[in-house]
């Protein structure tokens, strides 16, 4: 039997957000609130027989406007032109395409975080196959210290040194016939009906973000089926290009051996800031 979408959705959409949980752990653990509003929203969503849940569930009072009111912007790495990474997973390798073009932002983000180590050692802390292929979510670098909670993870982001704070990233994306990205809103926030040119297909990656639109930061998640769905909600960058069978076989808790760029370093502008 073929399960609506609309119930998938319903399912496992907040694993995708940064601090997304269940119902009963965000009560039994504290967990980041916002999660627990984006349950509430994807709920009432699913009660009123709407297909469209994620849209919903990201909406926010407070969407930058354009790129002037998004602090910091132009000081943040940016892709010019497209990389690739290998990313070894206990043992194998995955080779992803990572896409500057189309999400120079969001793609300069994962190259710096690559270059800088950020994600050697770190685990898939969410991996979602039920009730039917989801994502596997990782880049938590709280998950490089084997003994922090597992209820936890999906909490943390990349803390610059220089700054000492969360370096965090403003939604990206792209549309079929724009020159520029739409940044700080999800598409239909913009009220934009152009399907965008990064989508999720099977293997896209793409960043995790908590409620606000603004807050992706370190986490990924790799797609495991075509989740058209959450297309112009989130900022895909780049997709597998080869390895997806390992992408298959990842486990909650494995973790990344290391990841390298192998080409198109030359691409990335402001790196190791």
């Known amino acids: 039997m073929k399960i609506p979408k609309f119930l998938i959705a319903l399912i496992v959409v907040g694993a995708i957000f940064v601090g997304g949980c269940t ?11 916002s999660a627990t509003a984006i349950e509430a929203r994807t709920a009432t969503t699913a009660a009123t027989g709407e297909t469209t849940t994620t849209e919903t569930a990201t909406q926010t ?36 395409e990572v896409d500057g073009t189309n999400a120079p932002i969001t793609a ?6 690559v270059q800088r ?3 050697d050692g770190l685990s898939f802390h969410r991996v ?35 700054t000492n704070s969360e370096r965090r990233i403003p939604l990206e994306i ?24 990064l989508t999720h297909k099977v293997g896209a990656v793409a960043m995790a973000r908590s ?22 909600s989130y900022a895909v960058f780049g997709n597998v290009t080869q390895g997806m069978d390992i992408v298959d076989k990842i486990q909650q808790g494995d973790r990344i051996d290391s990841a390298k760029v192998t080409q198109g370093a030359e691409n990335l502008k402001n790196g190791g800031k």
């Open 23 to 33: 119902t009963s752990q965000t009560t039994s653990s504290g967990a980041d609130s």
């Open 61 to 96: 009072n407070s969407v930058s406007q354009n790129n002037s009111d998004i602090p910091g912007m132009n000081d943040l790495p940016r892709l010019e032109g497209k990389a690739t990474v290998v990313m070894t997973v206990k043992g194998s390798p995955i080779t992803i």
């Open 108 to 113: 300069g983000n994962f190259i710096d975080l």
């Open 117 to 119: 180590g950020v994600y």
């Open 128 to 162: 979602v196959r039920s009730p039917q292929p989801f994502v596997v979510q990782g880049g938590d670098p709280q998950s490089k210290d084997q003994n922090f909670p597992a209820n936890r993870l999906g909490t943390g982001g990349f803390i610059d040194k220089t």
């Open 174 to 197: 792209k549309t079929k016939g724009s020159d520029e990205p739409i940044y700080g809103k999800t598409l239909q926030e913009a009220r934009v009906n152009q399907p965008p040119v």
């Open 211 to 232: 409620q606000m639109p603004n807050s992706a930061s370190s986490q990924f998640y790799f797609a495991l089926a075509n989740l058209e769905f959450l297309d112009g």
